[in-house]
């Protein structure tokens, strides 16, 4: 039943939804700027700057835990969700709010439909978060629940669906070969909750048609989920291919400097699932995060969202960097004699090359751009691959990602240890792949470091 509203309500209720329109008009506006124009402003302006920060030209960070109400109507009609409001920092903070903006106008970037965002403590969090509520059970009792994701995927992701996910009664169909469509179309039936691709994947750079398996899943009234952490909007917004929602390991290319952990979620309005309620569907990233986000807990600092925040202001800049770094790289070890292949999306003979070309593109720009992810087999054993891994002097050993300096990996030993041999067959991850990340360093510095740890097989 309709709840009359005290006067007192009604009047904050009024004024937000003054602020509201005044709000949408000027996020409107922004929406029609350019890429790097967004990345660089997100939805602060002059009018807020001088309304909330004294001027500041640079987003401000609000460390606070929560935020004071003037009266108990504010308190009430704020708690009730009745206005906007931050309330409480594991819910809302402003500094997280501006990164959530900025990044779900980037995601959206070129594509109709609006879309919201949402910051969690860590991709991992981000993922769990997007698919829990698409595995809630509609009946009591047995009742078969999937869904089917690419086999390419993180680790991390790989262990989430394959044991936790598992553990609650929701069976993960891995496609072993995404890039076909018809190997997704196998997989689907009456009980599939959802699609899920990493594009390009970390570490194989697997790759799917990102159109063609959206369609897939809305012909069957399912969302499309992609992992576009490896991409960033600077080379593919798969909201415009199609996708429903796009999830971000924060923590990798686009908080390229390395100095947190963090997760994205970009949801577009109105996504497609016959398995959500209404109102979740809606606007699924708000709702996210005024329920289950709300009540999990995994949230973002506002200290970190204001190093993201920073981070993506330069975004397009860097990939390109990165970009034509990594191909200068891949260039010298494609020729190697010590090296048995090279994996990268930039080289023609890359079986992945043409569907790469297709979806990963410079924004703004159109030419075809492959990021900063690369791998390559050592010819000879998996001893020989730690003689040359440990061999490498200014190129970091770490686990890690889209770094602004160059990282190296051993997959099978680090990032795809856990899932054991068969997974790592599955997915395809030899002992003797090494996965380099190429950063912001002049490339002939990073070749000569190669070629000398190269010179100890
Ligand atoms: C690292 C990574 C994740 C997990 O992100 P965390 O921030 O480490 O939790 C998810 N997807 C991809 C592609 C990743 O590389």
């Not at 809302?92 to 910051?119: K, Q, R």
């Not at 708000?286 to 999990?296: G, H, S, V, Y």
């Not at 397009?316 to 034509?324: G, P, Q, T, V, W």
């Not at 790469?356 to 690369?374: C, E, I, K, N, Q």
């Amino acid at each position: 039943m309709e709840q009359k509203l005290s006067p007192g309500i009604q009047r904050y209720v009024e004024k937000a939804n003054e602020l509201g329109a005044r709000r949408a008009a000027f996020r409107a506006g922004i929406r029609k700027l350019k890429f790097d124009t967004i990345a660089v402003h997100g939805t602060y302006g002059v009018e807020e700057a001088f309304a909330s920060g004294q001027g500041g030209v640079i987003e401000p960070i609000f460390p606070s835990t929560s935020q004071a109400y003037r009266d108990s109507d504010e308190m009430e009609a704020g708690l009730g969700y009745l206005i906007p409001t931050w309330c409480y920092s594991r819910i809302h903070n402003p500094t997280v709010f501006y990164l959530e903006e900025t990044l779900a106008l980037l995601e959206s970037y070129g594509c109709e439909d609006d879309a919201s965002g949402l910051c969690t403590s860590s991709g991992m969090s981000a993922i769990k978060l997007v698919v829990e509520p698409l595995l809630a059970k509609k009946r009591e009792g047995h009742e078969e629940i999937n869904f089917v994701s690419a086999a390419q995927v993180y680790g991390g992701t790989f262990q989430l669906f394959n044991v936790r996910m598992r553990e609650r009664g929701a069976k993960v169909r891995f496609v072993a070969e995404p890039w076909d469509i018809e190997a997704w179309r196998a997989q689907v039936d009456e009980n599939t909750r959802f699609l899920y691709g990493e594009m390009p994947s970390n570490p194989q750079q697997g790759c799917f048609d990102v159109a063609a398996v959206a369609q897939l899943a809305h012909n069957d009234g399912i969302p499309l989920i992609v992992d576009a952490t490896v991409a960033t909007p600077a080379l593919m917004r798969p909201l415009e291919h199609g996708a429903d929602v796009v999830v971000h390991s924060l923590t990798k290319t686009v908080g390229a400097g390395g100095f947190s952990i963090g997760g994205g979620i970009v949801a577009r309005h109105a996504i497609t699932s016959r398995h959500l309620p209404e109102e979740a569907k809606a606007d699924y990233a708000t709702w996210l995060k005024l329920w289950p986000f709300r009540d999990a807990g995994p949230c973002m600092s506002a200290n970190s969202a204001f190093l993201f925040l920073n981070e993506l202001r330069t975004l397009r800049l860097k990939i390109e960097k990165f970009s034509a770094n990594t191909m200068a790289v891949a260039r010298f070890l494609e020729q190697h004699p010590k090296v048995e292949c090279v994996d990268y999306l930039g080289l023609a003979h890359h079986r992945q090359h043409e569907l790469a070309s297709r979806y990963l593109r410079l924004v703004d720009d159109g030419t075809p751009t492959f990021g900063h992810l690369m791998s390559f087999d050592i010819k000879g054993s998996p001893a020989d691959t730690r003689r040359f891994f440990d061999a490498l002097q200014r190129i970091y050993r770490a686990t890690d990602l889209g770094r602004i300096k160059s990282v190296a990996t051993l997959p099978a030993i680090s990032t795809h240890s856990q899932q054991g041999e068969e997974g790592r067959k599955l997915a395809g991850i030899p002992p003797t792949m090494v996965r380099l990340c190429v950063g912001g360093e002049h490339p002939d510095d990073v070749i000569a470091d190669l070629e000398q740890a190269l010179r100890q097989i």
